[in-house]
């Protein structure tokens, strides 16, 4: 891949970044969250909603190894530019296609929480039955003020920057096998 030196080192914009979790690793992980949606969903039809842009890889490998009933729906929303976080924006919900029904999120990863926090708002204005979240990554914040619980997590990781699987710089590197994380500054 051309994105990579011959140390699989990844450098963009002064920053570089090295290998962190592998695809395998992530399958495998995926694997393991589908088992435990197909039991917990086993008799409901759940709305599975993504969070665009950066959910579309996770979900697309989740769905393809659940075995219930759904409904697919997206969401666009967005905090970030580069690596600097930004005033949040997020499509409105139409209100009654999600009243009363089992809501599903899937988010690629979850850092300060506030995309997670708008989104949560206003699905339970919507007056939704059941809401759960799976994220495919949960950064370690010190201080986040999440108003919603993360039902479902791939993976833990420390609070630096990541790319791939995804997950992007200014839409660059989402369609990295692997995910990618901002290596120490020197």
């Keep these: 891949m051309k994105d990579l030196n011959k140390n699989n080192i990844i450098q963009i914009d002064g920053m570089s970044f090295k290998k962190y ?14 088992k435990e949606l ?21 979900m ?17 929303a967005s905090s970030y ?13 139409e209100k009654n296609k999600y009243e009363d029904k089992d809501v599903l999120i899937v988010e690629d990863i979850i850092d ?5 926090n708008k989104i949560y708002n206003d699905l339970i204005d919507c007056n939704v039955k059941d809401f759960k979240v799976i994220t495919l990554l949960n950064k370690q914040i ?18 630096k920057y990541v790319i791939g699987f995804g997950l992007d710089y200014n839409n660059l590197f989402r369609y990295l096998k692997d995910i990618y994380i901002e290596n120490e500054k020197k």
């Design 38 to 58: 197909n039991s917990y969903y086993e008799n409901k039809e759940p709305i599975i909603v993504g969070v665009l842009n950066g959910s579309i890889y996770f």
């Design 142 to 159: 010190k201080s986040r003020n999440i108003l919603f619980t993360i039902n479902w997590s791939g993976f833990n990781i420390i609070d």
């Design 81 to 93: 530019k580069g690596t600097k976080r930004m005033n949040l924006s997020s499509d409105i919900l």
């Design 112 to 116: 300060s929480g506030n995309t997670m």
């Design 60 to 76: 697309i490998d989740l769905i393809k190894k659940i075995n219930f009933k759904y409904q697919i729906d997206f969401i666009k």
């Design 21 to 34: 979790i592998s695809s395998d690793r992530i399958d495998a992980r995926i694997n393991g969250l589908a």
